[in-house]
T-cell receptor, first 118, second 111 residues
Framework: GAVVSQHPSRVICKSGTSVKIECRSL??????MFWYRQFPKQSLMLMAT?????????EQGVEKDKFLINHASLTLSTLTVTSAHPEDSSFYIC??????????????FGPGTRLTVL | QKEVEQNSGPLSVPEGAIASLNCTYS??????FFWYRQYSGKSPELIMS????GDKEDGRFTAQLNKASQYVSLLIRDSQPSDSATYLC???????????FGTGTSLTVIP
């Protein structure tokens, strides 16, 4: 399957700072990437859909000014958590949409970034 | 009604048994169906995809699709403790070509 990388894998920061997370599709081009958040023992929660060259589409309840998404190229999307607070501590996972040879699309996930805000 | 529904479990099976995971979806126009496995503390990993009615086998895994009943399942034969994880069902290709994930079924294989 296709490979998606995320960096950093783990970050600890002080409250009030901003944190940038990078998501890269390594062996395919992804016009669409997705950002998810997952709290312990809970299911994935879609935060936003990132489209190359255009504004991201945010899910209801997700603050676009707090979670800045940039999809500047076909292989890179970034999520910046601005003025992070302890309640933003979570596991952030990106995925990239890929077209399958047999038709249709699928999503490949990055390894995730564990954010801890002190 | 959720787009994709799964029994959250937990589902426990003894080692060597068959684990059966089920998923239903609401959009009859859906075209592509996927199973992901997520170990605790890790991100989801794609393990199976299926597009046509019937069965698709890959090693110990068999995906089953019944579009008339809007039902997709995953069978794991000869279950191993290493299969213990949360299994996510995903559906794509219906209205708006949206992706929908179920909330996952937690599977524990008991040695």
């Amino acid at each position: 399957g296709a490979v998606v990388s995320q960096h950093p894998s783990r970050v600890i920061c002080k409250s009030g700072t901003s944190v940038k997370i990078e998501c890269r599709s390594l062996d395919f081009q992804a016009t669409t990437m997705f950002w998810y958040r997952q709290f312990p023992k809970q299911s994935l929660m879609l935060m936003a859909t990132s489209n190359e060259g255009s504004k991201a589409t945010y899910e209801q309840g997700v603050e676009k000014d707090k979670f800045l998404i940039n999809h500047a190229s076909l292989t890179l999307s970034t999520l910046t958590v601005t003025s992070a607070h302890p309640e933003d501590s979570s596991f952030y996972i990106c995925s990239a949409r890929d077209h399958l040879k047999g038709g249709g699309d699928t999503q490949y996930f990055g390894p995730g970034t564990r954010l801890t805000v002190l | 009604q959720k787009e994709v529904e799964q029994n959250s479990g937990p589902l426990s099976v003894p080692e060597g048994a068959i684990a059966s995971l089920n998923c239903t979806y609401s959009d009859r126009g859906s075209q592509s169906f996927f199973w992901y496995r997520q170990y605790s503390g890790k991100s989801p990993e794609l393990i199976m995809s299926i597009y046509s009615n019937g069965d698709k086998e890959d090693g110990r895994f068999t995906a089953q699709l019944n579009k008339a009943s809007q039902y997709v399942s995953l069978l794991i034969r000869d279950s191993q403790p290493s299969d213990s994880a949360t299994y996510l069902c995903a559906v794509n290709g219906g209205t708006g070509n949206q992706f929908y994930f179920g909330t996952g079924t937690s599977l524990t294989v008991i040695p």
